[in-house]
């Protein structure tokens, strides 16, 4: 297909797929005079693949490690979860504390040995935002985001495809980054619910 | 406390502050003459809450209404609930189809009329973001999602302390808001321990 029909069927304009284009993030189409090239699918799910990534805040850069893992697989599904979480997580900063995160993690019986400091430090950065504003997570609610996210990481880590390694990167890169605003989405439709339980609100607010 | 204080005492610069207090985000200070004024620890603590706001991506429209509901906290810890979620839900788009996202939120034994629409459209935004990369949740993935989030949602709404109206909205605000960025990285961290425990990785990455 050509690139205006790329564009139609993504509903991405055909000036930001020639930016993609450019950046290498897309690869080149079948070149068919000097002027045209022709595009398949591939290109098509490259591009909805890339859009889902930015309109899930990743930025251009973390979108091209993330295309990169795709492109050229690790050979381990613990490396390939390596790859998509350094994709998108920040590098540590210098002088983070990663303590008391090491504490939080080891207090429920997970080694912080077996995690990239990076994604350590990604906790270390949000308990500190967190103290900064004063808000102090209660004890037994923090233990059930332990609990809980312990069952959500289970789940996912065990319905990664094995089929191919195609299967499983697209899996771990998309599923890692792109179910975060369902996450928080479904959270706050179940504190709405549980809101109502508490405090009896009257249903149909329309 | 001068503004120069203020700044050294929160790392936020003084022109920043008086950006602030030019959007009334922060409370005027009592004049000391007519170029000067004094701040105290409510100055201080509202710097600090909004820039954890900001910091966990709050737009300044957003923080404006999560200011506006400590200012002035609904009677209801239902509504209290509600003005938190609006404050950082964006408005339904025309066109938005919630039926599925009621659906998964009804297969659960949970009552969509219970919820406000916008918090309902997030979740059928996410879901079309994730059907758009061609991504899809397998049902026992999403089963333990709707379980956890349900099991953090509980211990959330158990834990509003009932002592004080200022006490609740403090909790719930900032709790719905500030806890995001701790929720996901917990995530990250979970994911590569089950990846470890799955595919066996070798200790200490350093």
């Not at 284009?21 to 398949?40: F, H, I, K, M």
């Not at 004890?139 to 191919?164: H, K, Q, W």
């Amino acid at each position: 297909m050509r690139i205006s029909e790329l564009s139609e069927h993504t509903g991405v304009p055909i000036a930001t797929i020639k930016y993609y284009l450019r950046e290498g993030l897309v690869p080149e189409g079948a070149r068919t005079s000097a002027t045209q090239a022709t595009y398949d699918r591939t290109h098509l799910e490259r591009i909805r693949v890339i859009r889902a990534l930015i309109a899930a805040g990743v930025s251009i850069a973390g979108a091209r490690k993330v295309i990169a893992a795709l492109d050229d697989p690790p050979d381990s599904g613990h490396d390939l979860l390596g790859a998509a979480h350094a994709a998108v997580t920040p590098p540590l900063d210098d002088g983070l504390d990663v303590a008391e995160a090491e504490r939080l993690v080891a207090g429920l019986g997970w080694r912080p040995g077996l995690c990239d400091r990076e994604v350590l430090g990604g906790v270390a950065r949000s308990l500190d935002a967190l103290r900064g504003s004063g808000f102090t997570v209660p004890d037994e609610v923090m233990a059930a985001y332990l609990d809980a996210l312990r069952a959500i990481a289970r789940a996912e880590i065990a319905g990664i495809p094995t089929e191919s390694p195609e299967a499983a990167v697209r899996y771990v890169v998309l599923g890692s980054v792109l179910v975060e605003p369902l996450l928080l989405a479904l959270r706050r439709v179940a504190e709405q619910i549980a809101s109502a339980e508490r405090f009896g609100a009257s249903e149909a607010k329309e």
